[in-house]
C-alpha cells in the first residue's frame, strides 16, 4: 500500500513534467500556428461573421455574364479579364490568406435569367462578391436582388449613371465623364461647331446624347439631328444621307452591337473617308473589341472617347497586356470594358483587406477612398459614390485595330452620376 | 356543380392526372424544395399558363401563334404598372426632379404621369386590365384575321411580325414603357413587401391556385362541344364551315382564350420575379413557350404544365452546369420532340404510363371485390396526321 | 425641314434616298430568294434560314484569311471563289438537313417551323464553339471598297452595286431555272401536285432535295454579300429572319415575281419613312403596313392560283 501509496506521486512526479512538457510544446505550437495565422489568415468566424461562402483556405466568388446568345459577344471578354484578376490574385496569396475559387453562371443574354442567377449566387452559394452584368438592363434586373440580399456587384460597363446603389462598385465610366471630355476635346482641337447625334434606341444612347446634347447646346454649338435605330438595324444607308444632307462636323455615335459593324462599314462604303475627319466621327461604343468585328480599315480615322485603351504605354498596361495575351491568345484585343472588368477583382481585394473583413456591409464601407495604382489605365480610386475616379482618353482608330491616343485629360475626372443640369 | 356533371368533366383518367399534378405542385415540391428553388418553379409556372393557351390554340385549334410572348407581356407590364406606381410615391422618389412618377419617365424629362399610367393606381382596374387588354387585343388581331380566313402558317408569321412591333414600341418608347430596361424595382403590393420569402410562398400557392382554374375551363372547353368542332375545323375546315358553323367566332374565341391564359400568367410572373421586361413579349420567348407546349404535348392541357416544367428545369441546371452546351441539348430537344415524339411526354404517358396506373388501380379495386374497369380510356383524341 | 437647302442639293439626296433604298431592296430580295423557294415552292418553313446565310459569311471569312495568307496576289477575287464555296457549302448542308429532318416533315409544315428552329440553336451554338462567340472581321478586297462620285452630292457605294447586281443575276438565274428549265417544270409540278408528279415518274424526292439544297446556297451566297455591309457572329441570322419572312409572305408565298414586288415595296416604304421620322418608328410603320396590308390581302400580293 505505502509502496503503492509513495510511488502514485512518485509515478505523478515522474510523469508530469513530460505531460506539461508535451502540453505546453502543444500549446505554444498552437499559438504559434495561431499567431502565424493571424498573420496570414485571420480566423473565419473574425473575417466572415454573415455567413458568406469563406472557409479557412477558400472564399467564394460569382462571375455572372452572358456566354450565350447576342451579348456574349461583347460579355466574353470581361469574364476573360476577371478570371485573369482572380488567378493572379490567387498566385499572389489570394485575399486574406484564402485563395478565391469562383462560380460562373451564364446570364444568356436575358435580363430574367441574370435576375434568376445573382438570386441563386447570392441566396445558394453566398458568394462574396460578384464580378457580372454587362447591359445597363442586366444591372437594373439584378439591382434589387442585391439590395435585398445585400451582395456586391462590381459593374465593368461604362453606362448612363442615374443610380448609385450601395450594393453596387461601378468600374466603368459613367456617362459624363466620358462623354464631356470627348466633347471638349472635339470643340477646343477640332473646331467642332455642328454636331449629329446618333444611337441604338435603347437607355445609354438616348441618356448619353441628353447629356452630350446639354453639353454642346450650353457651348453655344449646334446639334443638327439626332437618331435612334432599334438594337440589330442593319441598314443605315438613310442615316448617311442625312449626314451627306445636313453637314454636321461631328457624327457622335452611341451605336452597339451587331448594329456597329453594318454602320461602320456603309459609312466607309458611302465614301465618307474618317480619316479627312469632314464630318469626324465621334463614338462612346467603339472599343478594340468591337473593332475585330468591323474591321480596323473600316474604322479608320474615327476617334473614340474612353477610360481606356490597350495602346496605353505605361507599365502597369504593358503588364497587364502581355498576362492577358499569355492566358487567352496572342490574338485576342482587350478593350475598355475588359480592363474595368479587370479592376473588379483587385478593387475588391483591396476592399476586402482594408476592412479586414468579408461582410459586404465592412466591405462597403472600406471601399470609399480605396486607391489601385496597379490599374492598368493608370490609377484609380474609389469615390464615396461607388463610381471610380479616372482620367479620360482620346484614341484616333488605326487599321491594326488599335487605337493612337491623341489626348489624356490631365487630371482625374470626378465621376457624377447624377449631373446637375444635364437631367 | 353536380356530381355526374364534374364526372363527365373529369373523367376517371383525367381526374387521376389532375390528382397527381395537385400533389405534385401543391404538397411534393413545396415541401422539398427550399423557398429559392420552389420560386423558380413558381416562375416556370407562369409560363405553363402559356402554353396551355396554346394547346387549345394550336392542339386543338390548329392556330399556331408565334407571338404569344405578346399577351404574357401585356398582362406582365399591366401588373408591373400598378406595382411602379406603388413604388413611385413622393416620398421614395424625392430624388427625382419630378417625384411621384416612375424613375424611368424622370430619366426621360417626363414631367407627368402619361394618362394611360393614370387608371393603374387602382389594383381594382389592373386586374381588370390584366385579362381584359390583352384579350381586346386578342380579339382584334383574330376578327382581323380569322374573318379573312387568314390561318396556319401565315397566322403563325404575322403574329411573329406584331411581337416584333410591340418589342420595338416598347423598346423605343422608353419614357412610357421603361424601354429595354423593362418596368423594375417592384417592391410592394397595397403595402405589402412581395419580396420577402412568404409573399413568395402565397404567390407560388396563388399561381398553382390560378392554374388549377384556368386547367379546369381548358378541360371544360376541351369537353364541350366547342372542344369538339376545333378538332373538327382543325382536320377539316371547310366542312365545319360547309355544316353551318362560324369557324371564325370559334376561333377568336379560342384565340382570346389563350391570351387571357397568357396574361394571368404574365402577371403572375411580375409578381413572383419583381420586374417586367420586354425580352418576354418578342419572337424568341414566343417560340420557345410553343416548344414548352410541343415538349408536353400539343394536345394534353396537363402535359403542358409538364412540358414546362421539365423543359425549363433542364434549362437552369444545364445551364448552371455546361451552358454552352444548353444550346446543343434545347436544339435537339426541338428536333427530338418533332421528328420522335409528336404527342410529347403526353403522348408518352398515354402510351405507357396511364394503362400501367390504371391497370394497378383496377387491380387495387378488384382485390377489394370490385369491378375491373375497362382499360380503354375514353375521350382520346385523335393524334393529328 | 427643306427649307435651308437649294433644289439640286434637295434632288441629289432623293436620289441617293432613292439608291439607298434600291440597295435595301436588293438585300432584301438577296434574303428571301431563298426563303421564297424554300418555303413558298416547298412549304417548309426554315427558320434556320439566317443561320445557313451565316454560314456562307462564315465560310467568305476563312476563305478571305486563306488568301490574304497563301496568296495575297489574288486576294482581289477572293470574293467570288468565297461567293462559290458559301454556295456549295450551305447547298450541301441544307440538302443533308432535308434527308435528316426536312423530308419527314412534308405533310406537317408548322412542325418544320420548331425543328429548323432547333437546328438553328444548334448552328449558332456550333458557330460560338468554332469561331468564338465574338464576330468576326472579314476583309474586304480594295476594288469593292468605296464609292463611285457622280456629282458634287451624289455618291454610290461601290458594294451596294455589288449586291445589286448579285440581286439581279440570282434572281434571273433562278428565273431560268425556275420557268425555262426541265427541273423547273418538275419543281412546279411537285409543288402543284406530288401524288400526280409521282404518277408521271418524276422523282419527287430527288426534286425535294435539290430544291431545299438551292434554297440554302442561295441563303449562303446572301450571307457572303452580307459581310460587306453587316456584321458576322454566331448570333447575327436572327437579325435577318423576321424581315426575310415578311418579305416572303407579303409578296404571295409561292410567286418569285411576288417576292421581288415586296422586296420593293418594303425596302421602299421603309428607306423613304427612314428619312423623315427616326429609325425606329419607321420599322414600326413598315411592319405595321405589312400587317396591315396582309390582312387585306391574306395571300399576299401575288397568288398562285392553284387547285388543291
Not at chain 1, 446634347?213 to 446639334?223: A, D, F, N, T
Not at chain 2, 417592391?187 to 382554374?213: E, M, Q, S
Not at chain 3, 476563305?63 to 456549295?88: K, R
Not at chain 3, 434571273?172 to 417544270?185: D, E, P, Q
Request: include cysteine; proline fraction near 3%.
Amino acid at each position: 500500500m505505502a509502496t503503492m501509496r509513495n510511488a502514485r506521486p512518485s509515478g505523478l512526479g515522474s510523469k508530469l513534467p513530460v505531460l506539461v512538457k508535451a502540453l505546453a510544446g502543444a500549446v505554444a505550437g498552437a499559438t504559434m500556428a495561431l499567431s502565424a495565422a493571424v498573420h496570414a489568415a485571420p480566423s473565419t468566424a473574425e473575417v466572415n461573421t454573415t455567413n458568406l461562402a469563406v472557409t479557412d483556405d477558400k472564399v467564394t466568388v460569382g462571375i455572372l455574364h452572358s456566354v450565350t446568345g447576342t451579348m456574349a459577344i461583347s460579355e466574353t471578354g470581361s469574364v476573360q479579364a476577371e478570371k485573369l484578376a482572380i488567378e493572379q490574385i490567387n498566385a499572389m496569396g489570394g485575399v486574406l490568406g484564402r485563395q478565391i475559387e469562383y462560380i460562373q453562371e451564364d446570364g444568356a443574354s436575358d435580363w430574367p435569367t441574370f435576375a434568376e442567377k445573382s438570386r441563386k449566387l447570392l441566396v445558394n452559394d453566398k458568394v462574396a462578391a460578384v464580378f457580372g452584368c454587362w447591359t445597363s438592363a442586366s444591372r437594373k434586373a439584378v439591382l434589387p436582388v442585391f439590395e435585398q440580399y445585400n451582395g456586391m456587384l462590381y459593374y465593368p460597363t461604362f453606362y448612363e449613371g442615374l443610380e448609385q446603389s450601395p450594393n453596387v462598385i461601378y468600374t466603368g465610366q459613367e456617362a459624363t465623364q466620358q462623354i464631356l471630355a470627348g466633347i471638349d476635346w472635339v470643340v477646343k482641337t477640332k473646331g467642332a461647331k455642328s454636331f449629329y447625334l446618333l444611337g441604338s434606341d435603347y437607355i445609354w444612347p438616348r441618356t448619353s446624347n441628353k447629356i452630350a446634347r446639354k453639353h454642346i447646346e450650353k457651348l453655344g454649338l449646334k446639334v443638327v439631328g439626332e437618331d435612334y435605330y432599334p438594337l440589330g438595324h442593319t441598314q443605315f444607308n438613310s442615316i448617311i444621307n442625312k449626314f451627306k444632307l445636313k453637314k454636321p462636323d461631328v457624327i457622335f455615335a452611341s451605336v452597339v452591337g451587331g448594329s456597329n459593324v453594318a454602320f461602320y462599314k456603309q459609312l466607309k462604303a458611302a465614301g465618307i473617308d474618317m480619316t479627312k475627319e469632314k464630318p469626324l466621327v465621334l463614338t462612346i461604343s467603339v472599343t478594340e473589341d468591337e473593332i475585330l468585328g468591323i474591321g480596323g480599315e473600316n474604322i479608320e480615322g474615327a476617334y473614340a472617347s474612353m477610360k481606356y485603351f490597350q495602346s496605353l504605354t505605361n507599365d502597369n498596361n504593358k503588364a497587364f497586356v502581355k498576362a492577358f495575351k499569355e492566358r487567352w491568345g496572342d490574338d485576342i484585343v482587350i478593350g475598355d470594358v475588359t480592363q474595368a472588368a479587370y479592376l473588379g477583382p483587385w478593387l475588391w481585394k483591396a476592399a476586402v483587406e482594408k476592412a479586414g473583413s468579408f461582410d459586404i456591409d465592412k466591405v462597403r464601407e472600406a471601399s470609399p477612398g480605396i486607391e489601385l495604382t496597379s490599374a492598368p489605365e493608370g490609377y484609380v480610386k474609389i469615390h464615396p459614390n461607388h463610381h471610380l475616379w479616372s482620367k479620360t482618353r482620346i484614341g484616333n482608330a488605326k487599321t491594326d485595330g488599335q487605337y493612337e491616343i491623341v489626348y489624356e485629360t490631365p487630371e482625374l475626372i470626378e465621376p457624377d452620376p447624377f449631373p446637375e443640369g444635364y437631367q | 356543380m353536380s356530381y355526374t356533371g364534374l364526372r363527365s368533366l373529369l373523367p376517371k383518367n383525367d381526374l387521376l392526372s389532375f390528382g397527381v399534378l395537385a400533389l405534385l405542385l401543391v404538397v411534393i415540391l413545396p415541401l422539398s424544395l427550399d423557398i429559392f428553388r420552389l420560386n423558380l418553379i413558381g416562375k416556370y409556372l407562369t409560363y405553363a399558363f402559356v402554353a396551355l393557351g396554346l394547346v387549345l390554340c394550336w392542339g386543338y385549334g390548329g392556330i399556331l401563334s408565334l407571338g404569344q410572348g405578346v399577351f404574357f407581356g401585356l398582362g406582365g407590364y399591366a401588373m408591373a404598372m400598378f406595382l411602379k406606381l406603388e413604388a413611385s410615391s413622393p416620398e421614395n422618389t424625392a430624388i427625382q426632379s419630378t417625384p411621384g412618377i416612375p424613375d424611368f419617365m424622370d430619366w426621360n424629362q417626363l414631367t407627368e404621369l402619361p394618362w394611360f399610367w393614370e387608371p393603374f393606381h387602382s389594383l381594382g382596374f389592373t386586374i381588370i386590365a390584366i385579362v381584359l387588354v390583352p384579350s381586346v387585343f386578342a380579339y382584334i388581331i383574330g376578327v382581323a384575321m380569322f374573318k379573312r380566313r387568314v390561318g396556319g402558317v401565315y397566322f403563325a408569321i404575322i403574329t411573329q411580325a406584331v411581337a416584333a412591333i410591340l418589342t420595338i414600341l416598347i423598346i423605343g418608347q422608353q419614357g412610357y414603357t421603361g424601354g429595354v430596361n423593362g418596368i423594375t424595382d417592384l417592391r410592394t403590393l397595397n403595402g405589402w413587401d412581395i419580396r420577402t420569402d412568404g409573399a413568395k410562398y402565397f404567390f407560388y400557392f396563388l399561381c398553382v391556385f390560378l392554374l388549377f382554374v384556368c386547367l379546369l375551363i381548358a378541360q371544360f372547353v376541351r369537353k364541350s362541344k366547342l372542344g369538339r368542332l376545333l378538332v373538327a375545323m382543325r382536320e377539316m375546315e371547310d366542312r365545319v364551315r360547309f355544316s353551318g358553323y362560324d369557324v371564325s367566332n370559334f376561333k377568336i374565341f379560342v384565340f382570346c382564350l389563350g391570351s387571357a391564359f397568357a396574361a394571368i400568367g404574365g402577371a403572375m410572373f411580375t409578381l413572383q420575379v419583381g420586374f417586367m421586361s420586354p425580352t418576354f413579349v418578342g419572337i424568341v420567348p414566343s417560340i420557345e413557350m410553343v416548344i414548352f407546349c410541343a415538349v408536353g404535348g400539343r394536345l394534353s392541357i396537363i402535359g403542358a404544365v409538364y412540358g414546362t416544367l421539365v423543359v425549363n428545369w433542364a434549362k437552369t441546371s444545364f445551364s448552371e452546369s455546361f451552358p454552352e452546351l444548353w444550346l446543343f441539348a434545347m436544339g435537339a430537344l426541338f428536333i427530338a420532340v418533332v421528328m420522335a415524339f409528336p404527342n410529347g411526354l403526353a403522348g408518352l404517358y398515354k402510351k405507357y404510363g396511364e394503362p400501367l396506373l390504371l391497370r394497378v388501380i383496377d387491380k387495387v379495386k378488384a382485390g377489394r371485390g370490385g369491378l375491373g374497369g375497362d382499360l380503354n380510356s375514353k375521350g382520346v383524341v385523335h393524334e393529328r396526321q | 425641314m427643306f427649307a435651308d437647302y437649294s433644289t439640286s442639293e434637295l434632288m441629289s439626296i432623293f436620289a441617293m434616298q432613292g439608291f439607298a433604298g434600291l440597295i435595301l431592296f436588293s438585300v432584301f430580295v438577296l434574303m428571301a430568294l431563298g426563303l421564297a423557294i424554300i418555303f413558298g415552292q416547298m412549304g417548309v418553313i426554315n427558320m434556320a434560314h439566317g443561320e445557313f446565310m451565316i454560314l456562307g459569311a462564315y465560310i467568305t471569312y476563312l476563305t478571305s484569311n486563306i488568301f490574304a495568307d497563301h496568296m495575297p496576289q489574288l486576294f482581289g477575287s477572293y470574293f467570288f471563289i468565297a461567293m462559290a464555296l458559301a454556295f456549295v457549302a450551305a447547298g450541301a448542308l441544307g440538302m443533308l438537313v432535308e434527308w435528316a429532318l426536312i423530308r419527314h416533315l412534308y405533310h406537317r409544315p408548322l412542325d418544320t417551323l420548331l425543328a429548323t428552329w432547333g437546328l438553328s440553336l444548334i448552328l449558332q451554338q456550333l458557330y460560338r464553339t468554332i469561331f468564338g462567340a465574338r464576330e468576326v472581321g472579314v476583309t474586304l478586297p480594295d476594288w469593292l471598297m468605296g464609292s463611285i462620285q457622280l456629282t458634287d452630292v451624289i455618291e454610290v457605294p461601290i458594294n451596294g452595286i455589288f449586291v445589286m447586281s448579285l440581286a439581279i443575276g440570282i434572281s434571273v438565274t433562278v428565273a431560268a431555272l425556275m420557268y425555262r428549265s426541265r427541273w423547273g417544270i418538275q419543281v412546279r409540278s411537285v409543288v402543284q401536285n406530288r401524288p400526280m408528279a409521282g404518277a408521271v415518274g418524276i422523282n419527287t424526292a430527288k426534286v425535294d432535295r435539290l430544291t431545299f439544297g438551292l434554297g440554302c446556297g442561295i441563303a449562303g451566297v446572301a450571307g457572303s454579300a452580307f459581310t460587306m455591309i453587316g456584321s458576322t457572329g454566331p448570333t447575327s441570322g436572327q437579325l435577318y429572319i423576321v424581315d426575310t419572312f415578311l418579305v416572303v409572305v407579303f409578296g404571295g408565298a409561292q410567286s418569285l415575281l411576288g417576292t421581288i414586288a415586296s422586296a420593293f415595296t418594303i425596302s421602299q416604304a421603309q428607306s423613304s419613312m427612314e428619312f423623315f421620322l427616326s429609325g425606329s418608328m419607321s420599322k414600326v410603320l413598315t411592319l405595321l403596313f405589312v400587317v396591315f396590308i396582309l390582312m387585306l390581302r391574306p395571300q399576299g400580293l401575288f397568288s398562285l392560283k392553284v387547285r388543291r
